[in-house]
């Protein structure tokens, strides 16, 4: 799955327009706090199903809750650690809860939750405490010993007193309150070793050399059908050998997963249809076994399976949380489909055949035959692991290159999440505030909803779905840039075909203006807008962040001469703007940058991607970035968004069976979270 992250506030997506299915009176507002708001989501459509329908959904969801330790594990070895301790502070504090100390404790936890774990979810960066470690060390001091993770022994209970707790606390006085100590989750600067200078869970005791080496000696580059490597694993050293710990039951983090299946197991008793039974038990031997050709498996069946309505990803999926781009983070989001919404993305995946053909990329990178290109737009019922608080609004599986291309890949649309995101930016003044002048602003309004959802559809459906690796090329060969270059290719495959006249000629649109609307956002939010979600001195890291600006500002500098683009400083109000001059000439540089990318993907070409990501997609302009951070300010918009989920009620017949489930959003964000920590935490009971 790649996803396209979407935060309403940088986007400011300006029509309010919601599916008619959607409640007008719905507070979608839940929270705010440091650089997030928090918001609700609608499930449109539940109601609707039918009860074995229902069932199987809420089984996939108690699925999908049982992984949420996974994660926070992945993220930082104490991140458990540290946020059982919080919580229990949290629960039990009996002092002034308005005080700034315990304020900025309160701060600090939910920030731990959209982070799931001590580093910013986006920037990758450490959380910086705001309250003193006095205070937290004397909270500390006051929680009773069967609150505090660890294994008490005789001598604690009689002399209430325990070495292990104060060892703890030593370790979380650091983990907390030492910036130099595990300061960012995910690095990714140039000429570094990577996994040293990186502080997640999925390496310990090896350099970026020695794994790059150990995966290297496993390859065969004969092999047309490779395994994911590294994907389900952490990598350590042990007697001086580099080995593999495996995620699964009887494995890393097998409690977890042993819950995970306990629930699969039950959705799979009340799946709509024998194919849908038959890829969760193939995911289940995959947590059982761990075995990577299961898993591929496992891909193919659920990517070949497209009856159904209900559907689900549930594992070790993206790769964004490892700086190699190898092992993945667990997630999964729970969903159905809408079928009304879905006749936009069947009309494009019908003519996949069409737009890789007809792509301005060389013949050689192109795949002769389409197969399997399936999409939707779906409902999400729930949102887990790497996909919650912080979720996308387009997925597109398998990842595996070879399985793309032998068997097809599903896209899906997440519209109700869009939605939210749609209505929330409604008035916030983004787009009056940022966009060159009226002409802009009123082009956003009467088309950015629908280019950004076609967007979103062809990146998803057919960017991540196009093109193909030479034979023998390594698809782990781009490295570090992996996933910059494969967001930009997708991106650019969308720009591309956003402005051709086949969009109009199938009735996805109407007005031959639309693609722009798309065009100027999105070359505003990658050379400007985006930056508000940067530090001042910073450069930029996050791979979608990276592609955005490695896009807009390649184009910049190629259509310079021609004033392609430009921006253009209004002396009287102080304030810079971006202004695009020729749309066309801006649809011809997307073709030459995604020939480009495509070239570099399909050879391997390390050395020209490395060079293509450092030099346009890293560095940031100081003074251009200053004035943005001000504007923005002016704003008092958040420049992240998350959300809650909804809360599925079984109710049950008199025998105890039951005979309906149903949904209520009235659950605020410190609540679930809480109530995550209690029923959905398997590795710290």
Not at 223 to 244: F, H, Q
Not at 460 to 468: N, R, T, V, W
Not at 605 to 630: F, N, Q
Request: net charge negative; charged share 25%; with cysteine.
């Amino acid at each position: 799955m790649k996803k396209k992250l979407i935060a309403a506030a940088v986007v400011a997506l300006a029509s309010t327009s919601i599916a008619m299915a959607q409640n007008s009176n719905f507070n979608y507002n839940v929270d705010r706090f440091a650089d997030i708001e928090v918001l609700r989501y609608q499930v449109p459509g539940f109601d609707d199903l039918s009860l074995q329908q229902k069932k199987y959904v809420y089984y996939l969801t108690e699925a999908a809750l049982q992984g949420r330790d996974i994660l926070f594990d992945q993220n930082g070895k104490y991140n458990l650690v540290v946020r059982q301790v919080l919580e229990a502070m949290y629960t039990g504090y009996n002092g002034d809860r308005s005080s700034a100390d315990f304020k900025g404790l309160e701060k600090y936890l939910k920030q731990v939750w959209f982070g799931n774990g001590i580093h910013h979810h986006y920037s990758q960066d450490k959380f910086v405490p705001e309250f003193s470690q006095e205070f937290f060390d004397a909270e500390y001091k006051k929680l009773p010993l069967e609150k505090l993770p660890i294994q008490s022994c005789d001598k604690c209970s009689q002399e209430k007193k325990c070495d292990k707790a104060n060892e703890l606390l030593a370790l979380l006085d650091k983990v907390i309150f030492d910036p130099t100590f595990m300061a960012k989750r995910v690095n990714q600067a140039d000429g570094e070793d990577l996994i040293l200078t990186s502080a997640n869970n999925l390496y310990e005791g090896v350099t970026q050399q020695e794994v790059e080496d150990y995966y290297n000696a496993l390859k065969d580059p004969n092999d047309e059908t490779p395994i994911s490597y590294g994907l389900n694993c952490k990598v350590v050293k042990e007697d001086g050998k580099v080995v593999e710990k495996q995620y699964k039951i009887g494995g890393l983090y097998s409690k977890a997963i042993v819950n995970i299946v306990y629930w699969l197991q039950k959705a799979a008793s009340v799946a709509e249809n024998s194919a849908q039974k038959a890829y969760i038990a193939k995911l289940i031997e995959y947590y059982t076994t761990g075995d990577l050709k299961a898993f591929d498996d496992y891909s193919i069946m659920w990517a070949e399976e497209t009856n159904g309505d209900v559907d689900f990803i549930n594992g070790f999926i993206e790769s964004y949380g490892d700086p190699l781009g190898m092992t993945a983070n667990w997630e999964s989001i729970v969903n159905f489909r809408n079928t009304e919404a879905s006749t936009r993305t069947s009309l494009i995946s019908e003519n996949a055949q069409w737009f890789e053909d007809h792509s301005p990329v060389d013949p050689r990178f192109k795949k002769e035959n389409v197969k399997g290109v399936s999409a939707k737009v779906i409902t999400a019922a729930i949102l887990a692991g790497d996909s919650y608080p912080s979720t996308p609004i387009g997925i597109n599986l398998p990842n595996s290159n070879w399985i793309r291309a032998a068997h097809g890949s599903k896209s899906v649309t997440l519209e109700n999440i869009t939605d939210a995101y749609d209505e929330v930016a409604s008035g916030t003044g983004f787009n009056e505030e940022f966009a060159y002048s009226d002409v802009e602003v009123q082009l956003m309004k009467n088309y950015l909803t629908l280019a950004d959802k076609l967007h979103t559809d062809l990146h998803e459906c057919l960017g991540h779905a196009s093109g193909q690796l030479l034979p023998g090329v390594d698809p782990d060969a781009l490295k570090a840039y992996g996933a910059t270059l494969e967001e930009a290719r997708a991106d650019l495959f969308a720009l591309y075909y956003l402005a051709d006249p086949k969009l109009i000629e199938l009735g996805i649109f109407q007005s031959p203006d639309t693609y722009k609307a798309e065009y100027y956002k999105y070359i505003m939010n990658g050379l400007m807008t985006q930056l508000t979600r940067i530090e001042p001195g910073k450069d930029i890291e996050e791979s979608h962040m990276r592609n955005r600006k490695l896009i807009s500002e390649w184009c910049y500098q190629k259509g310079k001469k021609a004033k392609v683009i430009e921006y253009v400083y209004n002396k009287k109000a102080g304030k810079t703007y971006i202004k695009v001059n020729d749309y066309q000439k801006l649809r011809g540089l997307f073709a030459e940058l995604l020939a480009e990318i495509q070239r570099i993907k399909s050879e391997g070409d390390y050395e020209a991607g490395r060079k293509l990501v450092e030099t346009y997609g890293v560095k940031v302009d100081p003074k251009i970035h200053a004035e943005v951070l001000k504007r923005y300010e002016g704003l008092n918009i958040a420049p992240y968004k998350g959300f809650v989920n909804p809360v599925y009620n079984v109710v049950k017949d008199a025998n105890g069976e039951i005979k309906d489930i149903t949904i209520s959003y009235d659950e605020n964000y410190i609540d679930q979270h809480l109530r995550y920590g209690r029923d959905y935490s398997p590795l710290t009971k």
